[in-house]
Each structure stands twice: as C-alpha cells, then as structure tokens.
C-alpha cells in the first residue's frame, strides 16, 4: 500500500522504498501495465497469473494480443545493495519513465508511473470516484 515519490536515474535505476521492497521480495517481474504504467508483480503472484493467462483461449485474437503484449514487456528485478533496480529501456519508454516518478502500492501489485502521467490520471480519476464507488458497489465489495 502507499504512494512514493522518487526520481529514475539516467542510467534507469530506480530506488525501490523498503516498504514495497518487503512485499516483493529480492527478484521480482515487471511489465507493461495498463494506463500507461508498469506492473510489478513478486515472484509468485506473477507465477499464479502467469497460470491464468495460459489458461486463455489462444483462438481468440484478443487474447493472443493481450498475452503477446503483456509477457513481451516482462523482464525479472533485482535489488542491488542501494535497494535500486534497473528498470530496462523499453519498459521507460512504454511508460514515459524520464526522471520523477511514484510508486504505488496496489493490493498484489506494484505499480510504477511517470509523475506527470499519475498526476493526470489521479485528478480524472478523483472526478469519477463517487460514481465509480457507485458501480462497484454490486460486487458486494462491503465498502
């Protein structure tokens, strides 16, 4: 849980806070995520979603996409001794990563945003929140 703010280095090296840090473990996966941003998954949540998407019908074309996109992004972390990983350049360009970025604790998952990016997302994401609570409420969520 919890929104960090750090900056991406040139070389791509990002400190990971220690709070995250405890819950993904020493190596982890990261990728392309939705909305611009990366996932990053510890080791077995990443496994348990791999197992379900292998389960997708590879006969549709929207899921053969998605899978295709999805694990050709992927790569594994690591923590160096600076608590930093190396973020490869493709996954910075994917999700705009220049210099500052956050970190956002979601549930099972890390995700990673470009500052201006997250910024933009959490202010329209604010304006529907109310009507979004509104939707969610029939899966009986207890919110």
């Known amino acids: 849980m919890g929104e960090y703010q750090h900056t991406i280095d040139p070389k791509g090296r990002l400190i990971v806070p220690a709070r995250l840090r405890e819950g993904l473990g020493e190596k982890f996966v990261a990728t392309k995520g939705l909305d611009n941003c990366l996932f990053v998954y510890p080791?077995?949540?990443w496994k348990l979603l791999e197992q379900k998407l292998k389960s997708?019908?590879?006969t549709r074309a929207d899921a053969r996409?998605?899978?295709r996109f999805f694990f050709?992004?992927?790569t594994e972390c690591e923590v160096d001794k600076q608590?930093?990983?190396?973020?490869p350049a493709n996954l910075?360009?994917?999700a705009k990563l220049d210099k500052d970025v956050v970190l956002l604790g979601v549930s099972s998952r890390v995700e990673i945003w470009s500052?201006?990016?997250w910024e933009n997302y959490s202010r329209q994401a604010e304006e529907s929140y109310n009507e979004i609570a509104e939707k969610i409420v029939d899966l009986d969520l207890g919110i």
């Open 56 to 58: 997708l019908p590879f």
């Open 43 to 45: 080791m077995d949540e």
């Open 115 to 117: 500052k201006d990016l």
């Open 92 to 94: 910075r360009e994917y």
């Open 72 to 74: 050709s992004g992927a």
């Open 83 to 87: 608590g930093r990983i190396l973020i």
């Open 65 to 67: 996409s998605f899978v």
